[in-house]
Each structure stands twice: as C-alpha cells, then as structure tokens.
C-alpha cells in the first residue's frame, strides 16, 4: 500500500490544467485542497476493490509475491481504471463500451422527452464534447487511417459543420485526438512527470527520444509518440540558459537539431 508521501508525489506531479477525471475534479482541485483531502484519499485506497495485472509469461513466484506485499488480487485485461480502458494490442470497440453506455444514459434519459428538437441538438454536443474529454487525453479510440475506414462513427462532414452550414457544430473528433496526442508528446519533453519518467527509463536509458523508433513489441503510448514526435519538434526552440537541452538532438539552433544539419557531419568528417 503506498504511504502518504508516494501519494502526494504522484498528485503533485499530476498537470494542474489537466481535463478532469470521472469525478469531475483536474489535478488543481487535488494539489490546491490537499491539506484538506489528503487522508481521505489515503483511505480510498481498498485492497478489496483494487486488483494488479501482470505478464502472462511472469512466474507464479512473482504473481505470488505482489499478492502478499500489496494485499491485491491478479486480475486479467481488459479493464477500466480511472475511467480510461487498459488493455494489451490493438484498441477494440468493446473496450470502449463503458463510454459508449454513458453517452447513451445521458441523451436517452427521461429529461430528453421535455426538451425540444433544438435542445435535445445541444444536449447532444455538450454530452459528446465533454464525456469523452478524459478518455480521448489518455486513449486514442479506433478509427480510420490512412483513408482505409476501421470504424463509421458518423459523417464528421456534418457534425462539424457550423450551424449556418446546416451542421451542429462539434469539434472533429480525429482533430482533437490529434490535438492531445501532440499534447503528449509536448508534456513529454518538456515536463517531469511519473509516466514521462517512465518511458524514458524503459525506452531511452542509452539514447535520446528523438534518434529512438517504435519497434515491434513496445506500447501503443510509444509508437503515438514516435509518430508524432518530428510534428512537433520542428515548433520546440530549447534555451541555453537552463542547461538541460542536448547539443545534438534538441533544436536550439532554430533552425534543425545538430544531428541533422549536414554542414555539421560534414565539418566534423574533416
């Protein structure tokens, strides 16, 4: 069980400006009123309620070993954990079903009978732009790629439209996972945070992020952020005053990082 101070680490870690959790609060609410929550939130942590999941090929010893140190039971995936899917591969429509069932709670319930044909329009948009908010931060839902469709989730042609255009207005769900996928990786760089310090203990122990690839095997997080990463480094410009950019790797020219600038290499070969 973690103790007070690992759990203040984590929530004082958390952004403070962060899209708020299934409770409705953001990381400002938690790190601003932790004097007053602190306990409480030591206490709802219940070994009954919480589980751990671990490798199918760890060993029995291991599974056996966590089981007595945290008090938790092994559970297998898929499962949902702060109102965000955890699985193993490729993302699939049923891991989403959770949010799918609250969507329709919300624009099926008996208040939508009161409203008119315009309301119901607004309860709609406000329930699809503000649910899926925490999801989409963490979890990028299957769609379509490459022009090859996965997935129909409506015609974006007329739900983004503008209501004069004879749409209703909602944001492109494609742009605003976009949106947080560049956010990530922004965070990433920039930012000490528990799962950023994560990464990069896993994958850049001897390298840095920008000369990594995804290969075959490592975490859908990953291969987002090698994905996107070249999009937004090109509009990343690192200061020499805080000593804590790389020479090579990070753009504080304004124009390339040094690992790619050809003059260098060919300055160097000589």
């Not at 029995?60 to 945290?70: A, E, G, L, Q």
């Not at 909602?170 to 950023?196: E, I, P």
């Not at 690192?238 to 304004?254: A, R, T, V």
Request: charged share 25%; hydrophobic share 35%; aromatic share 14%.
């Amino acid at each position: 069980m973690p103790n007070l101070e690992e759990l203040k680490t984590v929530v004082f870690s958390m952004n403070p400006n962060s899209a708020a959790g299934p409770d409705g609060m953001n990381g400002y609410f938690f790190q601003k009123c932790w004097n007053i929550i602190k306990h409480d939130l030591l206490d709802l942590i219940n070994s009954d309620k919480s589980h751990f999941m671990v490798h199918t090929s760890a060993f029995n010893s291991t599974r056996d070993r966590i089981k007595r140190i945290t008090g938790f039971k092994q559970r297998e995936g898929p499962l949902t954990y702060l109102g965000c899917p955890l699985f193993v591969g490729r993302p699939r429509i049923i891991y989403f079903s959770d949010l799918i069932n609250k969507v329709l709670c919300r624009v099926t319930g008996w208040q939508t009978r009161l409203l008119s044909y315009g309301g119901r329009a607004i309860l709609v948009k406000h329930v699809l732009q503000s649910l899926p908010i925490h999801l989409l931060s963490a979890v990028t839902p299957p769609g379509w790629r490459n022009e090859r469709k996965k997935y129909h989730w409506e015609s974006w042609k007329n739900l983004s439209f503008p209501y004069d255009e004879g749409g209703i207005g909602m944001r492109n769900l494609k742009d605003v996972c976009k949106a947080f996928q560049y956010k990530q990786w922004w965070s990433f760089r920039s930012k000490q945070t528990l799962w950023g310090d994560f990464l990069r203990a896993k994958y850049c122990q001897r390298s840095n992020p920008i000369s990594k690839k995804w290969d075959t095997g490592e975490s859908l997080t990953w291969k987002q952020l090698m994905h996107n990463k070249h999009k937004i480094e090109d509009h990343i410009l690192w200061k020499l005053n805080s000593g804590n950019c790389s020479f090579w790797w990070d753009n504080w020219l304004g124009v390339d990082p040094s690992a790619f600038s050809p003059d260098v290499d060919s300055t160097i070969s000589r």
